[in-house]
């Protein structure tokens, strides 16, 4: 079998494929506009999504939890419905290029909750870095020479909670099988938008419910051709192409939804992605893994 490192094209490639994946499901989320409550386009979302658990479910049928594993599941379930209906709200707020900037951020918030909860040291370069990543940050948002919209407060919280859950299902993914892991987020956000979603009910148009069904296709899509990326190059050499999911969405944005090209966006973004290649780099260089790669905390 060829070795996974001898083919950086093939990772290349299909980083390049999730990247547009991940950007359309943005885009998407962004036509369907702010008529249906984000708790309620998210919940239909992840429904719509249940059908590709399909595969999954003798896994899910087989396995025996423990109570703490049970716990684990229900706090990751509890933030990632939470960042769900944060960044479903942000998206019809904000340009599509700013959300996919800030969710750069989410590798950074996970190094840093790495050292409070699986007790990771940071040596200085890491610290540099994370320093360059919260600038980049402060570049896109540009507190006090613009107002802020609430879309950019639930961005950074999206973040935030899209860490714990990625942190969350890094310990119990040395525990149950991945089916498991990610059958279980499904199951539990989608339990856990149902009444968040039933409390503002509005009944979708059949246009709608076929837009947030290229929603649900296009983000499995995206986590299929990730493990893909995964299997074809190391993490080293896909991790910079995500770089190329903001330059789609300043063209989407652009040419579809007349959004101005924001060059301070682009530099905040270019800084932050800069810092997440070197932490990822260094880790390599160490051996292990705790910072995720940028696609792997997207709903």
Known sequence: ??????????????????GLCFVMVTALVKLLGSR?????????????GLVFLIPMMPAL??????????????????????????????MTRIPIAEVTAMN????????????????????MRRIMAIIAALVGAVLILRPGFRELDPGHIAMLGTALLFGVSYLTAKILSGEVSAAV???MLSITVTIG???????????????????LCAVATFATA??????????????????????????????????????????????????????VVFITWREHVLKRRVTPLVNETKG
């Open 181 to 183: 892991v990610v059958g």
């Open 193 to 211: 938008l149902a009444p968040l979603a039933l409390a503002v009910w509005v009944w979708p148009t059949g246009w709608e419910l076929l837009v």
């Open 61 to 90: 049928r087989a396995v025996r939890l423990t109570r703490r594993q049970w716990g684990l599941f229900t706090l990751r379930g509890a933030a990632h419905t939470v960042g769900v209906v944060l960044w479903f709200y942000a």
């Open 36 to 48: 249906i409550p984000s708790s309620e386009s998210a919940f239909l979302r992840y429904l719509i």
């Open 222 to 275: 995206g986590h299929f051709t990730m493990t893909l990326a995964f299997a074809a190059a190391p993490v080293t050499v896909t991790q910079p192409v995500t770089f190329l999911q903001l330059v789609w969405s300043v063209l989407i944005g652009a040419l579809f939804f007349a959004e101005p090209v924001d060059p301070w966006v682009i530099a905040g973004g270019g800084l932050i992605m800069g810092a």
């Open 104 to 123: 750069y951020l989410n590798p950074v918030y996970v190094t840093i909750l790495a050292v409070f909860f699986l007790g990771e040291t940071l040596a």
């Open 1 to 18: 079998m060829e070795n996974a490192a001898q083919r950086p094209g093939a990772g290349v490639f299909w980083m390049v494929v999730t």
